[in-house]
């Protein structure tokens, strides 16, 4: 059998800290006006500039704008499981799978605090594990959390 790899999928769209290897998201940030994206933007959306665009840490908490619990999963995915736009505080909306609660609408409100983490997403054609980011309500404890 074919060794399984590891795969980090939008790789770029997160980091992880130095001290301690906490993740925590990167998206663009406009010098002069303050527009924050996630993904990063090559140009600000106000101000029309290519030049003003910078990479930020957008941190690893939000909360939660709106949430739909998938009943039907996307190919790779089991359902069902939950999906949510997240609202960082720096700026930036982010669409990310949801884990650590149970896939019902009485497990998130809008407003839920919500961390980042970086977990299995699905497996490939080849079965290798892909990674990515999700979020997950703070306090929901370590339970399926990646090492790294
Ligand atoms: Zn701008």
């Known amino acids: 059998m074919a060794q399984k790899d590891?795969?980090?999928q939008?790789?770029?769209c997160y980091r992880f800290d130095p001290r301690g290897g906490r993740p925590y998201l990167v998206g663009g940030k406009c010098r002069r006006c303050g527009y924050a994206a996630f993904p990063a933007r090559a140009?600000?959306?106000?101000?029309?500039d290519r030049e003003s665009m910078e990479e930020v840490s957008l941190g690893s908490?939000?909360?939660v704008d709106t949430f739909s619990v998938l009943r039907a999963g996307a190919p790779g995915f089991e359902a069902p499981y939950v999906v949510a736009y997240v609202l960082m505080p720096a700026g930036g909306r982010v669409f990310s799978l949801i884990t650590g609660?149970?896939?019902s609408e009485g497990s998130l409100e809008i407003g839920t605090e919500v961390e980042l983490v970086i977990e299995k997403i699905r497996e490939d054609e080849q079965g290798n594990e892909v990674r990515g980011y999700k979020f997950r309500p703070v306090g929901a404890g370590e339970r399926g959390a990646g090492p790294r």
Do not use: D
């Not at 140009?43 to 029309?48: A, Q, S, T």
């Open 6 to 8: 590891v795969v980090y």
């Open 10 to 12: 939008e790789a770029g």
């Open 43 to 48: 140009v600000c959306p106000v101000c029309i």
């Open 61 to 63: 908490r939000g909360t």
């Open 101 to 103: 609660c149970e896939p």
